[in-house]
């Protein structure tokens, strides 16, 4: 795990072994009659990825040199993987006759401190910060569509299994390659066998 991309271990592989340590009390929690949510922070930027295997510890690291922003590359390819994962569990809780909600949500565009990070690899960083500053939103906003997700009352249009919400606060589709299924169990059986090899 120490090789593994930074981006890649906080976006994906940190908030899987969160939901996998909790979801035991989430469904216990569930079964009483609690409303009961997963929310999951994707990205609109998941249809741009083009690099799209997810099935060894090589492909979690790819570099994506070729790319004009590579950190931003990194940043789509672990959002598709969290795509892949949200779309993975709410499938599988739904064979299970689970009565806890998957739902996966789009922040917007957010001029956020990882925005700055990637804005500053690049030549000339202050103007491509202020450029971006004209045209995103603050960080405070990258919030909403997730409190939305998680307190929406479940009548709500909007609000259904597995539903992909982007502001302002609607119920979106996602672009086929984070609903592959073949993709899907390619990620999940390589991070559970990444997992047991880290004894997690």
């Known amino acids: 795990m120490a090789h ?16 996998k340590t909790l979801l035991p009390l989430l469904e216990s929690t569930a079964e009483t009659g609690e409303d ?11 249809k741009d990825v083009t690099y799209l295997d997810y099935g060894s510890k090589e492909a979690w690291n790819h570099k994506f040199r070729f790319s004009l922003v590579p950190t931003i590359s990194r940043y789509a390819y672990s959002k598709l993987a969290c795509h892949l994962w949200a779309n993975n569990l709410a ?6 006759n689970s009565k806890v909600m998957v739902l996966l949500t789009h922040p917007g565009g957010i001029l956020s401190d990882g925005s700055v990070r990637s804005l500053s690899t690049l030549p000339f960083p202050k103007f491509w910060i202020w450029v971006a500053g004209t045209m995103l939103h603050p960080q405070e906003q990258g919030a909403f569509t997730s409190v939305f997700a998680a307190c929406a009352p479940r009548d709500n249009e909007e609000i259904s ?11 979106s589709s996602q672009d086929p390659k984070a609903m592959n299924e073949g993709r899907q169990k390619q990620l999940y059986e390589f991070t559970e066998a990444l997992l047991r090899q880290l004894e997690v």
């Open 36 to 46: 009961v949510r997963i929310v999951n922070v994707g990205s609109f930027s998941h």
């Open 161 to 171: 299994h597995g539903a992909y919400i982007c502001p302002p606060n609607v119920a």
């Open 91 to 96: 499938k599988r809780l739904t064979a299970e």
């Open 4 to 19: 593994t991309l930074a981006v890649f271990r906080f976006s994906y592989l940190g908030p899987y072994v969160f939901t």
